[in-house]
């Protein structure tokens, strides 16, 4: 069975620290998505890439970066943890006529 | 540019009820329509898509929904509704852009009741 894979179910963070959420997909898709989701706001894309090394703002980028070295691995980057970052972070990949693959989300707070 | 209305925030149903699930669209061709469920604290599983033909679609967990161009509408339906039912569900529309990315509603959240 396909998979995306987060590396973390529920990570609790302090404000200032730099965290890593780490995502891995096995279906040689070339595009990944980092989502965030919250009450009432929907899913928001952060961040996405169409291929290795390529990636490309979403709509709300600010206070996040992300890194794709190799094409099974796209991780989200959080320089300095903010409060207003706790929220439920999805990662998606996809080909073109498959819609996405979802990862199983990870929660995290920031305190 | 390409967007999705789920105009129902929050349905309630009784188990062995029908359900349908509203999903409007707007998008500059033709579109590629996905509808996804989200249980809670997990991610997004696809229950169905429309890329082309038949406009009638079966999915998963005994879901179907049907793609209506004049209405620009591709509205979920189930015959009868089970308590596991309940989760939130997501209609979306696309591709478009570099990445081929979707737009994604704001959701249902769907109550079954005993």
């Known amino acids: 069975d396909v998979k995306v894979t987060q590396s973390s179910r529920y990570l609790v963070k302090r404000t200032g620290e730099k965290v890593f959420l780490e995502c891995v997909q096995d279906?040689?898709?070339?595009?990944m998505f980092w989502y965030r989701q919250d009450p009432g706001l929907g899913l928001r894309l952060i961040y996405f890439?169409?291929?290795?090394?390529?990636?490309e703002k979403g709509d709300i980028p600010e206070g996040y970066s992300v890194s794709r070295e190799k094409k099974e691995r796209f991780s989200l980057i959080l320089e300095s943890a903010s409060t207003n970052q706790t929220s439920m972070y999805l990662c998606?990949?996809?080909?073109?006529?498959?819609?996405?693959?979802f990862g199983s989300g990870t929660r995290l707070t920031v305190v | 540019a390409q967007s999705v209305t789920q105009p129902d925030i929050h349905i309630t149903v009784s188990e062995g009820a029908s359900l349908e699930l509203r999903c409007n669209y707007s998008?500059?061709?033709?579109?590629?329509l996905f509808w996804y469920v989200q249980s809670p604290g997990q991610g997004l599983q696809l229950l169905l898509k429309?890329?082309?033909?038949?406009?009638l679609v079966q999915g998963i967990k005994g879901f179907e929904a049907e793609f209506k161009r004049s209405q620009s509408s591709f509205n979920l339906r189930k015959p009868s509704v089970h308590w596991s039912d309940a989760a939130e569900y997501f209609c979306?529309?696309?591709?478009?852009?570099?990445?081929?990315?979707?737009?994604f509603g704001s959701g249902t959240q769907l109550t079954v009741l005993p």
């Open positions: 998606a990949s996809s080909l073109l006529h498959d819609g996405y693959t």
């Open positions: 279906m040689d898709h070339e595009n």
């Open positions: 890439s169409y291929d290795v090394k390529m990636k």
């Open positions: 998008y500059g061709a033709t579109p590629y």
């Open positions: 429309y890329f082309s033909g038949d406009t």
């Open positions: 979306a529309v696309g591709p478009s852009g570099s990445a081929r990315q979707l737009t």
